[in-house]
C-alpha cells in the first residue's frame, strides 16, 4: 500500500484507545496517559465494553459506538481479540491501527494474518503488532507507552524494536533533538520500511529519516522507496545481527564470500544510504544530522587547546576517509598575530593549553573566515587555565553570529572532553552538535561528509558499454533449460564454459574426454600451437575438484595428458565411489606470469536475490576473505566501485616491474556478468576462479554454474529474484514515423546524459516553457541525471534515437505515485520533429507499458495554450478538464483497462 493513509496516523484529528482499564500497571491506560498528557489537541476516545471511564475519560462499549470515525485506534487487548477488532475499525471508517498487542504470531493462519486481511479489506493501514507505539511530536500524539514525550523536530525515526525507540527517545531528550515522528513498526505486518520511507520522503517537516533494521521483508520495495528518499535527504541505518551465521553452507567460494550482514552493507550502500554500526554511531549521526545540514566539501580544520587530543582527532579522520584542512597563508598570518608564538602553525590548530575565551574566539574567528577548510571541529581539553563553560558560551555566541551572516553557514561542531554540563547546554541551546569525545565528533562530522559523497556516487553518469557487446542470451537459455530439464543443479565445464562465451566473457577453451585417449587427442592441438594444458576432473557429483586432487597443471606431452587423465579418473573413483564419473576436461594453461588472480561471481541472498561477488581469488579465497559485494545491475561505474573497494585492487596498479592490469576489462566482466544473472533468473551461482587480470585484459581460467532447479515463474512485472529492477530490455524496439523515418525506441539509460544538450539546442524556448512550465535554462549534470537515472521500478522513459546520426529525438516518459497505483506523463519531443506522428506512437508506446504494468491511470497537467498536447490526449481517451486551483493548467486523465 505505501503511503496511501498515513496523513492520517501522522495527523490525526481524533485518536481512540482499546485496552485501557483502571488497574495501575495497565499497559492500555499507560497509553491513554500518554495520549492526553502529550496535549492532543483533537478528540480521545476510550473503548471498553468492562470500564465506564478510565482517568476521568468515558468510554463506549465498542467501536461502532465511537461520536466519529477516529482517524487512529491503538489497540491494547488480548491477541485474540485483534483481527475482529480490525475488522469492527474497518466497518467504522478508520484509517489506521497501532497494534500493540505482542503474540499474534507470523505467517497464514497466524492472528496476524488475520488482522492483516481484515485490514486490507477496508484499507485500514496497521502499525504493529508487538511495537512500542507511534509518536508524532508536532501532532502532540504520544500514541505508546514510552516514558517520555521528545520534543519537535526534525528527526524520523522508524525502528524495528521498541527497545531502541524508547533508548532514542531519551537520549535526545538530554540533547534537545527533536524529532517529526517516532514509529515502532514490531512485527510490520502492513506498514513497512518502504511505506514509511516513502512518506518521509516528502514530508517537508522531516529533514533525516534514521532507521533501526533488524530484517527486510520485501527487498524490492525497500530498495525502491531508499533510493528515492536517500536522494531527497540523509537516511542513516544501524543494522543489527551483523554476525549471524547463514543457515546453509555455501556450495561456492562466492557463496561462502557473501555472508548476510555483507550484503545489507552492499544494499544500503547502492541506494546512498549512511550505515552507522552501534547505537553510540547513531546518537552520533541523529546529534549532527538534527543540527547541521549537508554541504558541500570534505575539509575539515581542527581547533584545540591540547596537542595530543588534535592528533587524535587527525587520527580518525583519516581513518574515516576525511580531509584535513589547509591553513590558508592569510589565516596563517592572522593567528601569528593572534595567539603565543608556540601555537602549532598548522592543522589541527593548537592554541596551547593555556588558552582563555579570548584566544579561542580569535582562533574561532580566523577558521571561520578561511576558505581552505569546509567545516570546523572545535575542541576542549579542561585545565585550570580556562573556564570550559566561558569558552563555550563564547564559541556559541561567534557561530551564531557568523551563521546570521554567511549562507549557507559553516557547518560548527564542538567537543568539550569530559562534557561539561553548562557547555552542553550552551551548544544546544545554540544549535551546534556537540560530543563528548573527539572520536564521536569525526564520526558525525563524517555522516554529513559520506552523505555528500553517496549523492554524488549517486549521480554520476556511467560510460557507456562497448558496441559489440551483444550478449546471446537464446544460446545461454537453451544450455541452462537443458541442464534443468536434466535435472542437473551445476552445468558441466563445457556448458559453464559455452554460457561465459555467449556473454563475451574471456573463457579458456574447455573440450571434455570421456577417457585419456580422447583427452590426448583433444591436448594434441594445443600442444602443437606450444601450450601446456591442463586436465581436469569431469563430473557432475564433484564440485569442488582439489577435493578430489582433480587437477594437473603444466602437462607438456599427449602421453603426460593420457597418464594425468587416468590418474585423476581412478582417484576420484576411489575419493568419491557413489560419483558419477563422466571423465576429464582438458584446457590450454593460461600462463601469465605477474597477472592478478582475481574471483567474481554470482551468490543468491534469501532477501536480495542475486548478489555480485569481486575479490582476491585464488584456492584460499575464504581464508585471505577480501572482498566486496553489489546488488545487480550494474554499470561500469558500479563495477569500477567494486573493485575499488577490495584490497586487490591496489595490486591491480602498476608496482615496480610489473604493469597495471587492464582494470576496466574487469569491471567489463563484472558488468557482463551482472547482465547474464538478469537475463537468466534460473541461474542461482557463478564462480570465476580464478579471473586473470594483466596488461593484457582478463581471462576466466575455470566457471562453475549453478542452476534453480524449480525456479519460479514471472509472476511479477520482472525478474523474480532480484531487488533492484534491470534494463527492461523487451521494450526496445523500432518506429517508422514521417516519411518513412525510423527511430529506434527504447528504456533511457544513465549513459543518455551527452545526448541531452544537444537535443535541447534542438528544442525551442517556448516548447521548453509548455514542457517545464517556465522558462528551463538550467541543463547542467544534476538536473539531466535525474532524467535520466530513473529506477525502473517506479518510472520509465523511452528515447527515441535517431541511430545513424546517434541523436535523440525525443523523450516520453511516467512516473508512478508510491502505491505504484497511478503515473504522471510527460513529453517533449525536438521542435522540428512536431506533427510528423512520432510523439502520438511514443504517447501510445508509454500507454501500452503502463496497461502491461497494471496501472489504474495516467494523467497529467498540459497548460491551457499547448493546443497541440491537448488535441493529441483527446485522441488517445484522455479526459480533460481544467484545473480548479489555476485557470493556465488542464488536468488531463486516462483511465487504463487491464490488458
Known amino acids: 500500500?505505501?503511503?496511501?493513509?498515513?496523513?492520517?496516523?501522522?495527523?490525526?484529528?481524533?485518536?481512540?484507545?482499546?485496552?485501557?482499564?483502571?488497574?495501575?500497571?495497565?499497559?492500555?491506560?499507560?497509553?491513554?496517559?500518554?495520549?492526553?498528557?502529550?496535549?492532543?489537541?483533537?478528540?480521545?476516545?476510550?473503548?471498553?465494553?468492562?470500564?465506564?471511564?478510565?482517568?476521568?475519560?468515558?468510554?463506549?462499549?465498542?467501536?461502532?459506538?465511537?461520536?466519529?470515525?477516529?482517524?487512529?485506534?491503538?489497540?491494547?487487548?488480548?491477541?485474540?481479540?485483534?483481527?475482529?477488532?480490525?475488522?469492527?475499525?474497518?466497518?467504522?471508517?478508520?484509517?489506521?491501527?497501532?497494534?500493540?498487542?505482542?503474540?499474534?504470531?507470523?505467517?497464514?493462519?497466524?492472528?496476524?494474518?488475520?488482522?492483516?486481511?481484515?485490514?486490507?479489506k477496508y484499507g485500514i493501514r496497521l502499525v504493529g503488532p508487538n511495537c512500542l507505539g507511534v509518536i508524532v511530536p508536532p501532532a502532540k500524539l504520544n500514541a505508546s507507552f514510552a516514558i517520555r514525550m521528545p520534543r519537535a523536530g526534525d528527526l524520523a525515526l522508524i525502528s524495528q524494536s521498541g527497545a531502541i525507540v524508547a533508548g532514542v527517545v531519551e537520549w535526545a531528550a538530554q540533547r534537545a533533538i527533536g524529532f517529526s515522528a517516532v514509529v515502532s513498526l514490531g512485527d510490520n505486518v502492513d506498514v513497512d520500511f518502504g511505506d514509511l520511507l516513502d512518506y518521509f520522503a516528502l514530508d517537508r517537516g522531516t529533514r533525516?529519516?534514521?532507521l533501526y533494521v533488524e530484517s527486510v521483508k520485501d527487498a524490492r520495495k525497500f530498495m525502491s522507496a531508499a533510493r528515492a528518499a536517500a536522494r531527497t535527504k540523509p537516511v542513516v541505518v544501524i543494522k543489527a545481527g551483523r554476525h549471524a551465521q547463514s543457515a546453509q553452507a555455501a556450495k561456492t567460494h562466492t557463496g561462502a564470500l557473501a555472508g548476510s550482514d555483507a550484503v545489507y552493507d552492499a544494499a544500503f550502500r547502492r541506494v546512498g544510504l549512511l550505515r552507522a554500526y552501534d547505537l553510540d554511531e547513531l546518537f552520533d549521526a541523529a546529534e549532527t544530522l538534527g543540527l547541521l545540514r549537508p554541504f558541500a566539501g570534505d575539509r575539515l580544520a581542527i581547533l584545540t587547546n591540547g596537542g595530543g587530543v588534535g592528533v587524535l582527532a587527525v587520527d580518525r579522520l583519516i581513518d574515516f576517509g576525511g580531509k584535513l584542512a589547509e591553513v590558508s597563508l592569510e589565516t596563517l598570518k592572522r593567528l601569528d598575530a593572534a595567539l603565543p608564538p608556540t601555537w602549532s602553525r598548522g592543522n589541527p590548530v593548537d592554541i596551547i593549553g593555556d588558552a582563555d575565551e579570548a584566544r579561542y574566539a580569535a582562533a574561532f574567528e580566523a577558521l571561520l573566515d578561511d576558505p581552505a577548510n569546509d567545516a570546523i571541529l572545535v575542541l576542549n581539553v579542561p585545565t585550570t587555565?580556562?573556564?570550559?563553560?566561558?569558552?563555550?558560551?563564547?564559541?556559541?555566541?561567534?557561530?551564531?553570529?557568523?551563521?546570521?551572516?554567511?549562507?549557507?553557514?559553516?557547518?560548527?561542531?564542538?567537543?568539550?572532553?569530559?562534557?561539561?554540563?553548562?557547555?552542553?547546554?550552551t551548544f544546544s541551546a545554540a544549535g551546534i552538535p556537540h560530543y563528548p569525545t573527539d572520536v564521536e565528533a569525526v564520526r558525525g562530522y563524517m555522516h554529513l561528509v559520506d552523505y555528500s559523497k553517496a549523492q554524488a556516487r549517486l549521480m554520476v553518469t556511467p560510460p557507456g558499454l562497448p558496441a559489440d557487446f551483444s550478449p546471446d542470451a537464446n544460446?545461454?537459455?537453451?544450455?541452462?533449460?537443458?541442464?534443468?530439464?536434466?535435472?542437473?543443479?551445476?552445468?558441466?565445464?563445457?556448458?559453464?564454459?559455452?554460457?561465459?562465451?555467449?556473454?563475451?566473457?574471456?573463457?579458456?577453451?574447455?573440450?571434455?574426454?570421456?577417457?585419456?585417449?580422447?583427452?590426448?587427442?583433444?591436448?594434441?592441438?594445443?600442444?602443437?600451437?606450444?601450450?601446456?594444458?591442463?586436465?581436469?576432473?569431469?563430473?557432475?557429483?564433484?564440485?569442488?575438484?582439489?577435493?578430489?586432487?582433480?587437477v594437473r597443471l603444466g602437462l607438456q606431452s599427449e602421453d603426460e595428458v593420457r597418464k594425468a587423465a587416468a590418474e585423476i579418473i581412478a582417484r576420484a573413483r576411489a575419493l568419491r565411489p557413489a560419483a558419477r564419473i563422466n571423465g576429464v576436461t582438458v584446457h590450454p594453461m593460461i600462463e601469465r606470469p605477474g597477472a592478478r588472480e582475481l574471483i567474481v561471481g554470482v551468490a543468491d541472498d534469501p532477501t536480495f536475490g542475486p548478489i555480485i561477488a569481486f575479490g582476491h581469488g585464488g584456492t584460499a579465497v575464504e581464508v585471505i576473505n577480501d572482498k566486496a559485494l553489489a546488488l545487480p545491475p550494474l554499470d561500469l561505474n558500479l563495477a569500477r566501485d567494486l573493485i575499488a573497494r577490495t584490497r586487490i585492487s591496489r595490486l591491480l596498479k602498476a608496482y615496480r616491474n610489473v604493469p597495471a592490469a587492464k582494470e576496466d576489462e574487469v569491471a567489463l566482466a563484472l558488468v557482463k556478468l551482472s547482465q547474464l544473472v538478469a537475463d537468466l533468473p534460473e541461474i542461482r551461482e557463478i564462480d570465476i576462479n580464478p579471473l586473470l587480470a594483466d596488461e593484457k585484459g582478463a581471462t576466466a581460467v575455470d566457471a562453475r554454474i549453478a542452476v534453480e532447479l524449480t525456479v519460479p515463474k514471472f509472476k511479477g512485472r520482472w525478474h523474480p529474484r532480484m531487488a533492484i529492477r534491470p534494463y527492461p530490455r523487451e521494450w526496445e524496439r523500432h518506429l517508422t514515423y514521417g516519411d518513412g523515418q525510423i527511430a529506434f525506441v527504447r528504456p533511457i539509460r544513465p549513459e543518455d546524459e551527452p545526448l541531452f544538450a544537444p537535443f535541447f539546442e534542438r528544442v525551442t524556448d517556448e516548447d521548453l516553457r509548455l514542457r517545464f512550465f517556465s522558462p528551463a535554462k538550467d541543463f547542467g549534470h544534476s538536473f539531466v541525471a535525474r532524467l535520466t537515472q530513473i529506477d525502473y521500478a517506479r518510472a520509465m522513459a523511452f528515447a527515441a534515437i535517431d541511430e545513424a546520426a546517434n541523436e535523440l529525438l525525443g523523450v516520453v516518459r511516467i512516473h508512478s505515485d508510491s502505491d505504484y497505483r497511478t503515473a504522471e506523463y510527460a513529453i517533449l519531443l525536438r521542435s522540428d520533429l512536431k506533427g510528423r506522428g512520432l510523439g502520438g506512437q511514443m504517447m501510445a508506446l508509454i500507454i501500452t507499458y503502463a496497461r502491461s504494468e497494471g496501472l489504474e491511470a495516467i494523467h497529467g497537467q498540459v497548460l491551457t495554450e499547448n493546443t497541440v498536447m491537448l488535441d493529441l490526449c483527446r485522441r488517445l481517451g484522455f479526459t480533460v478538464e481544467h484545473s480548479q486551483d489555476d485557470a493556465g493548467i488542464v488536468q488531463v486523465r486516462l483511465p487504463l483497462k487491464k490488458a
Open 1 to 120: 500500500m505505501s503511503s496511501y493513509r498515513l496523513d492520517k496516523l501522522f495527523a490525526p484529528r481524533s485518536v481512540a484507545v482499546i485496552g485501557a482499564s483502571p488497574r495501575e500497571r495497565s499497559l492500555g491506560r499507560s497509553i491513554l496517559k500518554n495520549v492526553v498528557f502529550g496535549g492532543f489537541d483533537g478528540p480521545v476516545r476510550l473503548v471498553s465494553p468492562r470500564h465506564a471511564e478510565v482517568d476521568g475519560i468515558k468510554a463506549v462499549k465498542s467501536i461502532a459506538d465511537l461520536p466519529e470515525a477516529a482517524d487512529v485506534v491503538v489497540l491494547a487487548t488480548p491477541p485474540v481479540t485483534i483481527p475482529q477488532l480490525v475488522d469492527e475499525a474497518g466497518r467504522k471508517g478508520i484509517a489506521a491501527c497501532v497494534i500493540i498487542t505482542a503474540g499474534l504470531g507470523h505467517g497464514p493462519g497466524s492472528l496476524a494474518q488475520a488482522a492483516d486481511d481484515a485490514a486490507r
Open 208 to 210: 533525516a529519516i534514521l
Open 385 to 425: 587555565l580556562g573556564v570550559p563553560h566561558a569558552i563555550a558560551a563564547r564559541v556559541a555566541d561567534i557561530a551564531k553570529a557568523d551563521r546570521a551572516q554567511r549562507f549557507p553557514p559553516k557547518p560548527v561542531l564542538a567537543a568539550w572532553i569530559g562534557e561539561d554540563e553548562t557547555a552542553s547546554a
Open 475 to 550: 544460446s545461454a537459455r537453451i544450455i541452462v533449460n537443458g541442464a534443468i530439464n536434466a535435472g542437473r543443479m551445476w552445468l558441466d565445464p563445457v556448458e559453464a564454459t559455452q554460457v561465459c562465451e555467449a556473454y563475451g566473457i574471456p573463457i579458456a577453451a574447455t573440450i571434455a574426454a570421456h577417457d585419456p585417449d580422447e583427452a590426448a587427442k583433444a591436448a594434441a592441438p594445443m600442444l602443437a600451437a606450444g601450450q601446456r594444458v591442463a586436465v581436469k576432473i569431469f563430473s557432475h557429483d564433484i564440485v569442488h575438484k582439489s577435493d578430489v586432487d582433480g
